[in-house]
Nanobody, 130 residues
Framework: QVQLAESGGGLVQAGGSLRLSCAAS??????????MGWFRQAPGKEREFVTA??????????YVADSVKGRFAISRDNAKNTQYLQMIGLTPDDTAVYYC???????????????????WGQGTQVTVSS
């Protein structure tokens, strides 16, 4: 059973930074071969794509939503089965529950589609105060 566990959320003032982590575990999960992503959902809003990183075998390329470009950066450590989301310049609009996701065999056009991912974490709350 694959499990994704997020950590690192919390309360931060506007302009501050946080780093989220997502540790993968379970069964024969080949973390290195999965596309990893971050999504978020703010109260009363739909879940939205934040960023994704391809598997190392696919070049490890990253994709970032326009709303966070230049402020958020995704990375992965295959040796630790962990991905990270470094967030700087946080604003109240970034307040949301952030979810880690893993997907296998994703085509480029599906990276931003949460429905294409196979595994999800429980989420971690990020609250940015003004």
């Amino acid at each position: 059973q694959v499990q994704l566990a997020e950590s690192g959320g919390g309360l931060v003032q506007a302009g501050g930074s946080l780093r989220l982590s997502c540790a993968a575990s379970g069964g024969t999960f080949s973390f290195w071969s999965y596309t990893m992503g971050w999504f978020r959902q703010a109260p009363g809003k739909e879940r939205e794509f934040v960023t994704a990183i391809r598997s190392s075998g696919s070049g490890g390329r990253t994709y970032v939503a326009d709303s966070v470009k230049g402020r958020f950066a995704i990375s992965r450590d295959n040796a630790k089965n962990t991905q990270y989301l470094q967030m700087i310049g946080l604003t109240p609009d970034d307040t949301a529950v952030y979810y880690c996701a893993a997907g296998a065999g994703l085509i480029l056009s599906s990276l931003r589609n949460g429905g294409a991912y196979h595994y999800w974490g429980q989420g971690t709350q990020v609250t940015v105060s003004s």
